[in-house]
């Protein structure tokens, strides 16, 4: 059966509308050597023989046994009543809910998610979410170019490598140009972004100036000094954040942010290769007509009962299309709603004590590892719940010990050629004391 609803008239229509012969023609920028061939399909197979070929492509995964590593997503414990309340199939939709009468409880579970994201940010508006935090740091800062109506955009060296390519790739599309500002990696160096590296960078083109706090080093950023640096050059300020600490570390929002962007992930969504996950964005309300995305607002109804409603829809792509505040129109809405239940299950005292057992085992991960004398820290400047560690050897050992089960964090190499023997290790409320002791062994018995 065909699904496909034109016609060949239809068909010949609009092509000869747009001006071209046939559909061929327009896959002609294709490079041949890499467009489809015929494709090599399997024959058919029954219900059973299916479960048995997926459980023998599960039996490939390797589950490692003790996990170090962070670099972005991190392993937290997960309630039982989130994944109780995101699977109540009232939320199984990925549907925008343009129709308030019938979308309420989706509407409500994303204003509390709002509301939660604000608390947390110290900031006035949060969007409804975005894909994950490298899309959201990239839309505030088209956000930030927007109401500066500047044409580049600065960003530390010290911003996860994998967010700062997805900047890149956003804004090559309209022509922004990004600098990045190098962080303080040399040898005995604090592993932060300098203020005078900063200040050098900013002048009357550069629209806003990008940290991440803490930042991929785990290093805690002087975002005040920062914030107030670029302020002076007229730019705005986009913190990207880390939410588990926002229990400790000072809010974006008192520090001087202008935009915030985060990956919520943390907050209630388990790990999984390549998500799905989801973006948080906060600003100032004066700027919230730049703000991209999704934006429930609450209101009355006729008879004066409480509603939730999408609002300022005019910003958005479905509404003026070229002249949008973003491309994209939808939002991550059931990981968003495993935040909003994440949060409301630990409560402000659970979310610190998660930081803080997080700071803790951190330290005793790299305290242990020091004393055993099988690695060092490589930054002087204060973390949070990750650190930088110079161990010998450190990409080879890191895959003989992923063979063992054991995966002791991101190695740095990669992404910081001048970091070469260094892994950035992570540790959670998850991790235990006999974690650090197999990490400590392992590293020891791989020279």
């Known amino acids: 059966m065909a699904y496909a609803p034109h016609t060949l008239d239809d068909r010949d229509a609009m092509l000869a509308a747009i001006g071209v012969g046939s559909v061929d023609e327009l896959f002609a920028d294709i490079p041949d050597s890499v467009r ?94 975005h894909y994950d935090g490298a899309t959201a740091t990239a839309e505030a800062a088209l956000m930030a170019c927007r109401l500066t109506r500047r044409d ?44 005078d590296a900063a200040e050098s960078s900013l002048d009357e083109h550069v ?43 000072e809010a974006p929002g008192a520090y001087g942010a202008d935009i915030v962007a985060a990956e919520g992930q943390p907050l209630g969504i388990p790990l999984s290769f390549g998500g799905p996950y989801v973006g948080l964005m906060a600003a100032r309300m004066d700027s919230v007509r730049q703000m991209p995305g999704r934006l429930v607002g609450a209101t009355r109804d006729a008879a004066g009962r409480r509603g939730y409603v999408l609002t300022l ?61 099988v690695g060092e820290r490589r930054f002087s400047a204060s973390y949070f719940a990750e650190a930088a560690v110079r161990i010998p050897d450190a990409k080879r050992r890191h895959a003989a010990l992923a063979e063992q089960g054991v995966l002791a964090g991101f190695p740095l190499e990669d992404a910081y050629p001048a970091l070469r023997d260094c892994l950035l290790v992570a540790a959670t409320e998850l991790t235990t004391d006999d974690d650090v002791a197999r990490l400590v062994e392992a590293l020891e018995a791989t020279p």
């Not at 994944?83 to 925008?96: D, K, L, N, Q, W």
């Not at 300020?237 to 229990?247: G, H, I, K, M, R």
């Open 36 to 129: 489809a061939r015929a494709f090599d399909i399997p024959p058919p197979l029954t219900e059973q023989e299916v479960r048995r070929e997926l459980t023998r492509l599960a039996g490939r995964n390797r589950i490692p046994e003790v996990s170090f590593l962070g670099a972005g997503a991190y392993r937290h414990l997960v309630p039982a009543a989130v994944m109780e309340v995101i699977g109540r199939s009232e939320f199984a939709t990925a549907y925008t809910p343009y129709q308030p009468e019938v979308s309420q409880g989706t509407l409500q579970s994303i204003y509390e998610f709002q509301t939660l994201v604000c608390e947390l940010t110290g900031m006035e508006v949060a969007s409804a979410s």
């Open 152 to 195: 580049t955009v600065a960003i530390s060296s010290a911003v996860n490598p994998q967010v700062r390519r997805v900047l890149d790739t956003y804004c090559s599309g309209p022509g922004i140009r990004v600098i990045e500002v190098e962080a303080d990696i040399a040898e005995g160096g604090s592993g932060l972004t300098p203020i």
């Open 313 to 373: 829809q005019a910003r958005e792509q479905h509404i003026r299309r070229e002249k949008a505040a973003s491309n994209i129109c939808t939002n991550q809405a059931l990981c968003a709603l495993a935040a909003t239940a994440y949060l409301s299950a630990v409560g402000p005292e659970g979310l610190r004590e998660v930081a803080e057992l997080s700071m803790v085992q951190t330290r005793h991960a790299i305290s242990t590892l020091e004393a055993a004398g």
């Open 207 to 249: 629209a806003c100036l990008v940290v991440q706090h803490p930042n991929f080093f785990g290093g805690i950023e002087p975002m005040a000094e920062l914030a107030a640096t670029a302020h002076r050059h007229g730019a705005q300020f986009v913190a990207v954040v880390e939410p588990t600490s926002l229990a400790i570390l």
